[in-house]
C-alpha cells in the first residue's frame, strides 16, 4: 500500500477478529513509532505492547472510551518521558503506528491517554517509571468493522495564503 493511500484510508477499528497478529509485525509497526518526527530530536517515547489478556482486561476497565481493548488481540501503551514536546511527540509517533498497522492490513484505534483521569493507574499497570506520561492506548488487531466518521471537506479546511479564502 502505498503512504497517500494508507493515510487517506485509514479509519478507527473498533472491533477484531479473535486472530493474533505476528510479532514481527507488531515489531513493525512500532519501529514505525519510533522513527516518527520529534522535537529537537529528543525521542522521549517508550512503547509496552500488551498481548496478554488479563492485562489487558484490566486496562479496557479503566478506559471508559476504551472498552474494545478487551478484545483487541494487541493493545501499544505509549508512554514518554515528561519533556516540553511529549505530547506533539507522543502523538506524532501514535499517529505513525495507526497508519503503519492499517498498511499492514490491521485495524487500530487510538484511545485518549494523557488528558485521562486513568493515565496515573494504566501507567503503574505497566510498571513505567513515575514520571513518564501515558500519551495513548492503541487498540490493534484484525479488523471485523471499520468506522466510517463523517470527515469535513478540503474546500471546508484549505485556505490559501490568509485565513477565510
Ligand atoms: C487524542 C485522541 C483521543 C481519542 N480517544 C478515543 C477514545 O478514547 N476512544 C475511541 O473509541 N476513540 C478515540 N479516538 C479516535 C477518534 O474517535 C477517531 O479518530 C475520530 O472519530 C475520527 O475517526 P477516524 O479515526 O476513523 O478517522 C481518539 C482520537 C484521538 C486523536
Known amino acids: 500500500m502505498d503512504a497517500i493511500h494508507a493515510l487517506k ?9 479473535a486472530q493474533s497478529v505476528p510479532k514481527d509485525i507488531i515489531e513493525d509497526i512500532v519501529d514505525c513509532g519510533r522513527l516518527a518526527a520529534t522535537a529537537r530530536n529528543e525521542q522521549p517515547w517508550e512503547f509496552v505492547v500488551v498481548t496478554d489478556g488479563a492485562l489487558r482486561k484490566k486496562i479496557a476497565q479503566s478506559a471508559d472510551y476504551g472498552k474494545f481493548i478487551a478484545d483487541s488481540p494487541v493493545c501499544i501503551v505509549v508512554l514518554c518521558k515528561d ?3 511529549y505530547i506533539e511527540d507522543g502523538s506524532a509517533a501514535t499517529q505513525n503506528i495507526l497508519v503503519a498497522a492499517h498498511a499492514h492490513g490491521l485495524g487500530s484505534c487510538w484511545v485518549a491517554g494523557d488528558k485521562k483521569p486513568y493515565a496515573e493507574t494504566i501507567r503503574r499497570m505497566v510498571d513505567a517509571p513515575e514520571g513518564c506520561r501515558l500519551v495513548a492506548l492503541i487498540a490493534v488487531g484484525y ?9 469535513r471537506a478540503l474546500k471546508e479546511v484549505i485556505h490559501w495564503e490568509r485565513f477565510g479564502s
Request: aromatic share 10%; glycine share 0%; charged share 35%.
Open 143 to 151: 479488523p471485523e468493522h471499520v468506522s466510517q466518521a463523517p470527515k
Open 83 to 85: 519533556t516540553k514536546y
Open 9 to 17: 484510508t485509514r479509519r478507527s477499528v473498533r472491533a477484531y477478529k
